[in-house]
Structure formats: C-alpha cells, structure tokens
C-alpha cells in the first residue's frame, strides 16, 4: 500500500491480486446475495484508493482492510433495517437461511451434504460470530487483529469466535 | 477427537467450499480506479511518514504565530512614534494662532501622513543633497527670497509643521516639504509680502513631491485611482470567476440532490468519458447513500468501468 500510496500501480495490482478473493467471500458470506457482495466490494476497494494518500501504516494492511469492510458492512446493515444490536448479541440467533443464491448451483449440486451443512450453519450464526469466524478463515486475522478490525476487545473477540467454533461444530455433529 | 482437532476439521471443510471469485469486469472496473487516482493525483514529493508528517503542520504554526507576533510588535510601536511627533509641533503651535490648530487637526487625522516630524528630518538631511539642485533653482525663480540664508533642517521640519499657520504663506517655494499632504491640500496662500509668481511655485512644488515615502500606503489609496480599480477589479474577478461559482452552487446542489439525480449525474459523466469526475462522484454517492439499491437498468451505466 505505500508503494501505491508513493505512485506505484503495479503495487496495488499485486495487493488486490491477493486480497481480493477473501475479501470478496467475507463480503458474500455476509451479506448472502451476490449482486449486494460484489457492490459493497466494489465500495470497499474504493475506499481504499481514496485512502492512498493519507494512508499510515499502523497496523497490517489485511487488518486496515478489513477495518474498512467491516464498517461497510455496519453501514448496509443499519441502512438494511438490521439492528446493530445483533452485532454484540452473543446468542441472537437469526432465522434459518433459505438459501444460498451466492453460490453456483451446479457448484451446490456438487457439494457434499457435509459441506452444504457447514454453509448453512456459517450463514445462520448471529452475525458478531459469523463476522469473527470469517475474518479469521478469509483474512487470517488474529484474536486481536479481529479486535481491532470490529472495534471490540480482544475479549469479546475470542469469545464470539468461539461460539461460532462451537456452533459450527454442533450443526456439522447433527 | 480434541476440541482443537474439529476446530482443524471444521476449518478444512470450510476451505473445501466454493471459491468465489469476483466477476473479472469488476476486477478491471476497480484496477482502472486505482490506476486513475494514480493520474489525477500524484503521489507526494515527501512522504509524510513518522515524524516528518509533522514538519509541515508545525512550520505553519510557526510562521502563523511569527506573524501575529511581529504584526502586534508593529502595531504597538506605531502608536509611540505618533505620540512623537505632536510633542515637536505642539510648541511652536502654541505660540500660534487659533487658525493653526486646524491644518494640525487634519495631519492628526491622517495617521499615515502624520509621521514622526523627527523622521522626516533624519530623511530630510540625507536627502538634503538630492533637494539642494531644486531648491537652487526655485530660489533664482524666487528673487525675493534668493537673499534669505537656508535654515537647518531641523528647524525647517518644525516650522514646516506649523506652516498653514504661519503668517508668511508664499513660503519659500524651494523649500522641502515632508508631509505633502496638508501642504497639498491646503489653498493657495494669497500672495502677500513675497511677489514669487505662483506659477513657479506650482511647477517648483510636483519637483518636491516625491516626499509622500511617509505617507506611501495611504497617498497609494487616494493619489493612485488607476491601482485602487485595478485591485478593485482583481478581487471583483476572483469572486466572479466561474470556478468560485460553479464550485460552490455544485456543493449546494450535492446536498439537497436525490440519489435519482446523482445517478444520472455520474451516468451522464460516463458516457462523456469523464471516468476520473465519475468515480468521485460514485464515491461521494456512496458515502451520502450508504445502501441505496441502484436499479438495474442504470448499474451498467454508473458502476466504475
């Protein structure tokens, strides 16, 4: 990012070229559609450009980057009529998803039954969990880099974690 | 199985489901933002990393601060020097006549032109040489006066400070004025003892007029009607540019403007090839419309390309 931020294209090519794919399945597995997925992708990697110039390293790009997503996300969900709430309810659970029209169906057709059920148990957790499950699969982020990302502490973000684990676990047992 | 081992199991699974990539007309769309942003503005000479990011803001402070200090200095010591110089002229002024109150009254007024007598005196002996040739020759056009030996400056600039008053008005025509104002202003003396012919004092005095350095500022404002419209015009300009305009009617249309119309902005904009205008635009759309679905129908024409 600073090599963009001091003129380089090539440099954002290459930064885009490796975050764009977690970042584009944490966006999707968030929302769950995919024409609302590729906007709000699209916002964030906007957000970052107009960022360059007063860009600052002060933590890890991935982390900055998915700071920018996740307020991104707060933003669709509170304009969505979603109650921010959700975000720190630790047990709220939300209704069983129909569907996932993200995925390709032939791909869905093809999946393991095991595999669809952990989609589905990722898409049903309350999304505070789902949220620190996904950053830490898609964008490798640590207990405390999640933190940061999601404006919480290191706390709250270890246990949303592992209730999303526990969950997980559960769905994939049933 | 450990808690740690369906923990793994769990995260291999869910690396096994589908890899989604975004649609590759996006990944262009966004890399020709970035490359973009790249054109219209270049990166900084100096990087403002660490420490350095704060030289710029602290060297502004400094000279802001410089600035006032030095513009208050200068401010409280223009009021000393002008106290100066009423205490020179006020002694002969009392021996005068009521009627000289009023010319000093009027050089008071004028803070710029009532510089201190004292000044114009230091200014008055070095220039003395440069005003000797004129005075020469407007004494052989004077012959009345041609006998009368030349006073010291000094006392020449404390007599000259109460002049309107004295009761010789066709003064010497030669003599060095240092404040030209009050003298300028005032009306022809009636001609009385001296037969110097008014016409060679008027052609001798615009000789002796270059003295207004004491009152530059001020003789600039009133004395140069040409430079004053010419400022007048510049400021008029500025306020009349069309960027002035346009840059603020832009701001208050952006706030009262639906997203409909903001849309069709950022559309129109495309289709002009102002890619650049129209990815700022999109941008500041999406930061006052956060969720607003854009139809269908325009997604093509507005999404960044």
């Given at each position: 990012m600073l090599d963009y931020r001091d003129g380089a294209a090539a440099a954002f090519e290459a930064l885009y070229a490796r975050h764009k794919t977690p970042l584009f399945r944490f966006v999707l597995r968030s929302v769950r559609e995919r024409g609302q997925a590729e906007e709000l992708h699209q916002d964030i990697w906007m957000r970052v450009i107009e960022a360059r110039s007063r860009?600052?390293?002060?933590?890890r790009f991935t982390t900055w980057l998915y700071t920018i997503a996740h307020n991104r996300l707060v933003d669709h969900w509170r304009h969505s009529g979603l109650r921010i709430v959700s975000l720190d309810d630790e047990d709220a659970q939300l209704e069983?998803?129909?569907?996932?029209?993200?995925?390709?169906p032939e791909r869905q057709a093809q999946a393991r039954q095991g595999l669809e059920r952990l989609a589905h148990a990722i898409a049903s957790l309350p999304p505070a969990q789902r949220e620190a499950f996904l950053l830490r699969e898609e964008?490798?982020?640590s207990v405390e880099e999640i933190a940061t990302a999601t404006g919480t502490n290191a706390e709250a973000a270890k246990s949303r974690l592992r209730y999303a684990l526990a969950k997980l676990r559960q769905a994939l047992d049933d | 199985m450990t808690d740690n081992d369906r923990e793994e199991e769990i995260r291999r699974r869910y690396r096994e489901l589908a890899r989604e990539e975004p649609p590759r007309a996006l990944d262009e769309a966004i890399l020709a933002a970035a490359r973009r942003e790249l054109e219209t503005r270049p990166a900084p000479?100096?990087?403002?990393t660490g420490r350095r990011r704060w030289t710029v803001p602290i060297a502004a402070a400094a000279v802001i601060v410089l600035s006032a200090v030095l513009t208050l200095h200068v401010q409280r010591e223009q009021p000393d020097t002008e106290l100066g110089a009423p205490q020179i002229s006020q002694a002969p002024a009392r021996k005068d006549?009521?009627?000289?109150v009023a010319p000093r009254a009027e050089m008071q007024q004028d803070k710029l032109s009532a510089q201190p007598k004292e000044v114009e005196a230091q200014r008055e002996k070095v220039e003395a040489p440069k005003v000797q040739p004129q005075r020469q020759r407007a004494q052989e056009a004077s012959p009345a006066k041609a006998a009368k030996p030349a006073q010291p400056p000094a006392a020449e600039s404390s007599a000259l400070a109460t002049a309107p008053a004295e009761p010789k008005p066709p003064a010497d025509p030669g003599r060095f004025s240092p404040d030209p104002g009050p003298v300028a202003a005032a009306p022809p003396p009636p001609?009385?003892?001296?037969?110097?012919?008014q016409m060679q004092m008027r052609q001798a005095a615009p000789a002796l007029q270059p003295a207004p350095r004491a009152s530059d500022s001020a003789g600039a404002t009133a004395a140069s009607p040409p430079a004053a419209a010419e400022e007048r015009r510049a400021i008029g300009g500025l306020r009349d540019s069309p960027r002035f305009d346009t840059r603020t009617l832009a701001k208050r249309e952006a706030v009262a403007e639906p997203p409909e119309k903001m849309l069709e902005r950022i559309a129109v904009l495309r289709r002009e090839g102002r890619q650049k205008e129209a990815d700022d635009l999109y941008v500041e759309f999406r930061k006052r419309f956060p969720d607003y679905r854009i139809p269908e129908a325009m997604r093509e024409q507005v999404l960044p390309r």
């Open positions: 860009y600052q390293p002060q933590a069983e998803p129909e569907g996932n029209p993200g995925l390709n964008g490798g982020l | 000479l100096v990087a403002p006549e009521a009627g000289a001609p009385a003892s001296a037969p110097a012919p």
